[in-house]
């Protein structure tokens, strides 16, 4: 598939910006500067960006703990996603979600999910309204490793197919179910399990922004002309731990170094934007530079933001005792 | 304004808000009964009949039987309410809320605070409960108490035909996510209901009788019970209070307060098992809102903290009575 100058440096740019967000969570986390738990995307970002860059506005996507790639990739605000990790007042969700819950309806970014497989039978629902609303939506179940376990994932992948819902479930595979091994697991195969319902499914190389594009494409287009459900079983790996603060002690010696080294979709991405497609490494470079001073003002006025005040645990509440 | 049953009341009210608006569908299993089958379609119109005639007139797309699935049907129902539709969900015993509890507790239930007041969550769950059909101990109980404790979900409890229709309407409009119980052995339950639609508003109790004596405060089937206990005390010169709470989340607190101020003897009516239910709730409010007033202690009348039985030689101790209703009242007025 033929891509746009345009559309591959917009790709470089949202991948860009997950990176440079997640490095710097990580960064500001360990300095204590960040409540409670953060789950980060470094590492995947091929994937998030691969498959949103087909999705417009009326398009929704469930996520998972590891939800800020998808929201970035979905297009929320990167600033109030910040402020939101603050628990900040001017937060994307006012500060009452956090890094476990963003959100942003608006933009078809149902939230990040504190729950493994809570999103799968949201997404079926949100398929079930784009039909009555004739929107032509489809509907994207960002879905870890993990979630291919649970109960719900399945009812699910059986009501989408039962329905012949508009869902694609892409099961991001990156090889840890927090410190469990997937391929112990997992009995039989994430694929061979889709293809019991009958739904077509794709194995895709997550560190290759064209592959994960290119089957997220045909998926999509699939979903989208009313062939049902898809399902895209992608391949990668993260770099940081489940959550900051594990030491991932349970990774083989070398095993992370060795990813990074040979794999990095980043590199690779920008490897082949620059040797195949003609794009100067001054333009990458340009857009770096940018992404840099947005993070780093997002984190400086994150920083600074108000607090939610008292008076804010009392609302979006139907009733308060 | 004609005599309906409690069945016929929420088959209307679902009916007209489906005419009404046309983002109300329905979900569930068996709904409509024989989807996929050779034979009859809308052969059973729910499990006891209280939605049938509706996939005739509204089709397929708008009244959907699902695969025995209820977390993902459920699930579908959260999704569907935050993306612009208005599901009405049923679940066929509130029971079975034991697969599916996390789309409600975690999901549903939170969207609206933990999104920051950007999205709506406009989803019915209508569910069966209670006892009294020997349906035993999986299909029998009550378990709103779960639920009221849960913030952000609605509970409504309707006690009568006409507080059903005009309860189901009320939640269905409503922007927020609300679990409607509807007592089984109510479903054939006659009274007036007006033909046209209505409401009534959520956290408003409903005072079915005064008196100065002795407030009872009951829930669902309850009310009728402690309205017939109440019927039996008056020929006795005791005269109560009955009040509805109609709403356990929200609850009207107001109501209740002024109601045992007023008499200073408070009964609550419970069906649900006694642990942390909605009446020893209500009990803890009254205590510390309204220590003063009371003039004896509080009674709770409630089942034993025990598994509802299957045999009716047991249910039928296990189910609160209007002897005991009438009885646990009388005492607080010095009687035997």
Redesign the interface.
Known sequence: MHLARDTLLTAYRSMATIRAFEEKVHEVFARGEIPGFAHLYAGEEASGVGICLHLNDAD?I?STHRGHGHAIAKGCDVPAMMAELYGKRT???????GSM?I????KGM??A???VG?G???????A??????NTNGVVVAFLGDGSINE??TM??M??AK??NLPVIFAIEDNEYAQATATNWSVAGSMTKRAAGFDIPTTLVDGFDFFDVHQAAGEAIDKARKGEGPQLLHIKLYRYYGHFEGDATTYRGKGEMDKVKETKDCMVRFRADLTAKHDIAEADLEKIDAEIAALIEQSVQDARQAESPREADLH?????S? | MSRKSFRQAINEALRDEMRRDPTVFMIGEDIVGGTGAPGDQDAWGGVLGVTKGLAPEFGAERVIDTPISEMAYIGAAAGAAATGTRPVAELMFVDFMGTCFDQVLNQAAKFRYMFGGKVKTPMVIRTMYGAGLSAAAQHSQCLYPIFTHVPGIKVVIPSSPYEAKGLLTQAIRDDDPVIFFEHKFMYDDKGEVPDEPYTIPFGEANLTREGDDVTIVALGRMVKLANEAADQLAEDGIHCTVLDPRTTSPLDEEAILASVRRTGRLVVVDEASPRCNVGTDISALVAEQAFDALKGPIRLVSPPHTPVPFSPALEVHYIPSVERIRDTARSLMGGA
């Not at chain 1, 959100?103 to 608006?106: G, T």
């Open positions: 929704y469930t937060g994307l969700c006012l500060g009452k979600g819950h959100a942003d309806l608006d149902m939230g999910n504190g729950i809570g799968p039978p949201l997404a079926c629902g949100a079930f309204s784009a039909r009555m609303l109960g719900s009812e699910a059986n009501m039962v329905f609302t979006d509440v139907y009733v005792y």
